[in-house]
């Protein structure tokens, strides 16, 4: 037998239980195996950290000019001068087995 | 033509005056009034139930928030200082179809047409007993086409339930009274009184209160029938058994109950029923005279919870 922590899920609702009523929202500790026997959707299960975060500022995600940009990286370049053929001829490779793609060296 | 009026006509003049569909329906019509009552156990926690006609598909729905408290003095009151409405939102629902077809052969169908002999119904019983069962489901717990358990069409009993309280297990003697008491008092603090109350059960909880009874031979059925009926001049609630699926699993889970009051003027939920287990016989193919007889049966309906919170919802009701 294990407590665990839950708040009813579904909205304008409420759970009686030991003479206590607990409306939507407010967490409350139930056994595990009630938990898991209950109504589909009526309860979800909270995590204590769920519910420090209520207290925690929201942080703001829009970004402003000060965000740094995220660096691309480096583009791949063609040594090879010959033309590219068909993928028809390999779909796999897609170059035609002959073209050659190298990184280009610091 | 009425089909009512067919029963009273002879053979020749059912013959010369109606369709061959029409002898048909009526004929299935009375074949399936009994199988219908097997089921049809979600309807019977709706006290209220308003027939619209199968031409209908939708209907308004109002939710209502009650006015403010009441004012008392010993004093004749200063009128106009405290005028109140309700609060009315208005929604409007889609009626669901269920429905189930089934098929006649020929050969059938002509001897009855020539000697009166009775057509096996079979078909059109278990159409509509599929129909029904597929009705229950809906009412009791809702309409989930995808079924996942979780995101309803149409939300039933379970699915709109505002109030969960304790069960407790009815394998010992009074756990089933203490589940009734449990809902009571929810009830009470979500002031849904004046109502007595129905107690739906899975089939398996529902035999064990059958067979509840204590050391000294008292049953604790009659008593918890006594508990739900608190209000001698409400029309009575009873305790029912929830259908079991094809599948052999229960409408309701093992170990829930619902507890819902009996009420018959709608103020907290009803039903809309558009058609009404219509039976409708065609003949299914190009040939007139070959072509087996099809049939449909079907049911339209929309349940409409005004006051969620008066639908409560125990699990804990013992799975062994």
């Known amino acids: 037998m294990s407590l665990i922590l839950v708040r009813v899920k579904r909205s304008a609702s409420a759970y009686h239980a030991n003479g206590r009523v607990h409306k939507t929202g407010e967490p409350f500790e139930m056994e595990e195996s009630q938990f898991l026997d209950s109504v589909p959707g009526f309860f979800e299960r909270v995590e204590s950290e769920q519910i420090k975060s209520k207290e925690l500022p929201v942080i703001d995600t829009i970004p402003s000019a000060a965000t740094p940009k995220v660096q691309e990286p480096e583009e791949t370049q063609i040594l090879d001068d010959e033309p590219a053929k068909s993928s028809i001829s390999d779909p796999i490779i897609g170059n035609g087995g002959k073209r050659k793609l190298k990184l280009k060296k610091e | ?320």
Not at chain 2, 107 to 113: I, S
Not at chain 2, 143 to 159: F, I, Q
Request: charged share 15%; glycine share 8%; proline share 6%.
């Open chain 2, 1 to 320: 033509m009425d089909p009512d009026a067919i029963k009273d006509m002879t053979y020749d003049q059912i013959v010369n005056n109606v369709t061959l569909q029409q002898r048909l329906a009526t004929y299935f019509d009375e074949q399936l009034k009994e199988p219908l009552r097997t089921v049809l156990v979600g309807r019977q926690m709706f006290a209220k139930q308003i027939v619209i006609g199968p031409d209908k598909y939708r209907v308004n729905f109002n939710k209502i928030a009650e006015m403010g408290n009441a004012f008392g003095s010993m004093t004749s009151p200063t009128v106009g200082s405290g005028l109140d409405n309700i609060r009315i939102d208005n929604t409007e629902l889609d009626l669901v179809f269920h429905w189930k077809e089934y098929q006649i052969p020929r050969q059938d169908w002509q001897v009855f047409q020539a000697g009166g002999i009775n057509l096996n119904a079979i078909g059109a019983i278990s159409a509509s007993y599929m129909t029904a069962l597929y009705e229950d489901n809906t009412l009791i717990n809702g309409w989930n086409p995808s079924l996942d358990a979780a995101t309803y069409r149409v939300n039933g009993l379970t699915a709109s339930s505002g109030t969960s309280f304790s069960g407790a297990d009815f394998a010992t003697f009074g756990n089933a009274m203490t589940t009734v008491a449990n809902g009571w008092t929810a009830f009470d603090a979500a002031r849904v009184q004046g109502c007595n109350m129905n107690l739906l059960l899975s089939p398996f909880n529902f035999n064990k209160l059958q067979k509840s009874i204590s050391s000294v031979g008292l049953r604790e059925l009659p008593m918890v029938l006594e508990m739900l009926n608190p209000y001698p001049n409400m029309p009575k609630g009873t305790v029912l058994k929830a259908p079991t699926n094809q599948d052999a699993t229960p409408v309701l889970t093992k170990g829930t109950c619902i507890m819902a009051p009996v009420d018959p003027i709608g103020r907290f939920f009803d039903l809309v029923i558009g058609a009404n287990y219509i039976n409708d016989v065609f003949v299914n193919g190009p040939s007139q005279m070959l072509s087996p007889m099809g049939g449909v049966v079907y049911t339209t309906f929309a349940p409409r919870f005004v006051f969620p919170t008066a639908i409560g919802v125990a699990t804990g009701c013992g799975t062994s």
